[in-house]
């Protein structure tokens, strides 16, 4: 392929992943409408969706990569899964509590929480720039808190509350998929991961009795978009461009999922956010974009002192790159 056909062909396939990430918020919004009353039914529907539809091009193209996995990755990625699921619930509910503005901007911070980890679990260096992103990023959720609670709307908090730990619980399991990324190909593991994903999110609805079944077929088909558009497109995409760009470029585009998904809940559901809460949400996505391109500036001066073959190095790139952000 010309080098001018696959650079138009990344621009789409990114824009595509954009798209349809921005567009995930406003599903489960339209699911709610569509007589889905709960969160939890439209996490297991989406992630079980997703499993199903991956199952075949996973079974014929990644077994033999199976037979060859230490017990170690399987039990890891099981415990990534679960961290997904639970990430999907969280997220999914908080939509129900809070603006699609608060909520996708709060869930896009993984990148800030990832650098406190790698501090804290991995004695990684933080740079004096890194801290004083992380510093504005806890000053902007404080902004988009108070401007919400200002609103006087109940379970506001609790929505963003439910949006950060989506955030907390999806570095977690970006921070396990560093790990075993290195070893395993992206097929060989994001099957398992959301198998494990969907399963925690059944076990959840199970547990919490939510209803599943009942619903009109929009709600079904909606949950379907979900899983087509943001979890198999979207990430597809996202990591098809890994071939080609930059991670830190791919973690910044990650970005514009709250930008387009918060106006498009404008256009499509009047949602305005108090000016407290924009500015908030403004700090909060410049703070998370600061620390992308900083860690990835260094993770990139690193490994250029680094001996390993040109695969090797490649590899390494991918791997790192899972932790650029955690699109939904």
Known sequence: MPAASRKATLYVVVGLGVVSFALSPILVRWAEAAG????LAVAVWRTGLATLLLAPAALARAREQWREWPARDAWLTAAAGGLLGLHFVCWIESLYHTSVASSTV????????LAVLGYVLLGERLRAGVVAAIVCAVAGAALIAYGDAA????????????????????????LIGRVVRQR???LAYVFPLYAASAVTTLAVALGQGAPLLGYDWPFYAFCLAMAVGPQLIGHGAFNYALQSVPAALVGMLALLEPVGASLLAFALFGEVPPLPAVVGMLVVLAATGAVVLLRR??????????????SERSGERAAASKVAGAPE
């Open 297 to 310: 500036g260094d993770e990139d001066g690193g490994r250029r002192h680094e001996s390993g073959s040109p």
């Open 106 to 113: 709060l869930v896009t911070t993984s990148p800030v929480i």
């Open 36 to 39: 889905g009353t709960s969160g």
């Open 184 to 186: 395993a190909g992206w």
């Open 151 to 174: 609103r006087a709307v109940v379970g506001t908090l609790f929505g963003n509350a439910l949006a950060f730990g989506a955030a907390l619980l999806a570095s977690g399991y970006l």
